[in-house]
C-alpha cells in the first residue's frame, strides 16, 4: 500500500511517501522538506514532483496520513483542504494525526506522557498520553498557561521538541523530567497513520477537521486533585 503523509502544522513542514504492508511497519521511500508561508502555492506541485520523481502518479496512492493539528491555523487548513482532495477524488482512506501524539510517541519514555509545544501568549499545547512499545492512548489534550502545565506535570514526563519551553520547566521544578526530541517529521506521520488505517480509524474527506484545540477550564486531573 503507498501512503502518502503530509505535515503542515508549523514553518517546516514536510510530506512523505512510504510503502505500508499488512504489518504496522513502513518503508519510507522519501521525505520532502516543505518551507512554512509557501504551502498553499507548493504544496500540490511538491506532491506531484515527489510521485512523478519515483515513477509513481496520484491514482498509486492508497491512503494519506495528515497532521491535523495543533499548531498553525492557516497550515493546518492548506494541508487538510489538499488531503481532503486528493481522498475524495481518489476514494481513499484518511487517517488524522494529532501532532502531540507523533511527540509522546517520538520520545523514549514510556508509562504517562505529556507531549508539549509552545501555543504562544503564555500558552502551550499538552497532550497526556499512556505510551507503550510504538503506541500511545491518548488520555487528554489541553490548551494550558505555562504554570498549569507545570501543576499538572507534577510526577509525569514531559517530551516536547520546544528547547525554550523545556528550560521553563526545568527551571520552574525539579519535579518534573523533560525529554527534549527533534520534531517528528512527515514519514513518523506516516507510521502513525498507517497503524491507526490497520486498526480501521480512519475520517471521511467531509469529517477531516482540524485539531486546533481551545482554551478549556479542565486541567489535567492530578493538576485539580
Not at 497526556?128 to 490548551?143: D, S
Not at 526530541?181 to 497513520?193: K, Q, T, V
Request: charged share 20%; with cysteine.
Amino acid at each position: 500500500m503507498l501512503l502518502l503523509a503530509a505535515d503542515t502544522s508549523s514553518r517546516h513542514g514536510s510530506i512523505a511517501l512510504a510503502h505500508c504492508g499488512p504489518e504496522a511497519a513502513c518503508a519510507v521511500i522519501e521525505v520532502v522538506p516543505l518551507d512554512g508561508g509557501t504551502f498553499s502555492a507548493r504544496l500540490v506541485p511538491q506532491v506531484a514532483a515527489l510521485l512523478a520523481k519515483h515513477g509513481l502518479n496520484k491514482r498509486d496512492i492508497d491512503g494519506f496520513a495528515v497532521v491535523a493539528g495543533p499548531g498553525s491555523f492557516t497550515g493546518l487548513r492548506i494541508g487538510l483542504a489538499a488531503i481532503k482532495a486528493l481522498a475524495e477524488v481518489l476514494a481513499k482512506p484518511i487517517s488524522a494525526v494529532s501532532l502531540l501524539e507523533a511527540i509522546a510517541v517520538a520520545g523514549h519514555s514510556q508509562g504517562k506522557v505529556i507531549a508539549v509545544l509552545d501555543a504562544g501568549r503564555g500558552h502551550v499545547y499538552a497532550g497526556e498520553y499512556e505510551v507503550k512499545g510504538g503506541g500511545a492512548h491518548l488520555v487528554g489534550e489541553r490548551l494550558l498557561t505555562r504554570s498549569e502545565l507545570t501543576q499538572s506535570a507534577l510526577g509525569s514526563i514531559i517530551v516536547t521538541p520546544d528547547h525554550s519551553l523545556a528550560d521553563a520547566v526545568r527551571n520552574a521544578t525539579l519535579q518534573v523530567q523533560v525529554e527534549e526530541i527533534e520534531l517528528p517529521r512527515s514519514d513518523a506521520i506516516a507510521h502513525l497513520g498507517w497503524q491507526k488505517i490497520l486498526a480501521g480509524e480512519t475520517v471521511s474527506p467531509a469529517g477531516l477537521e482540524g485539531n486546533y484545540i481551545r482554551r478549556s477550564s479542565e486541567i489535567f486531573a492530578k493538576g485539580c486533585s
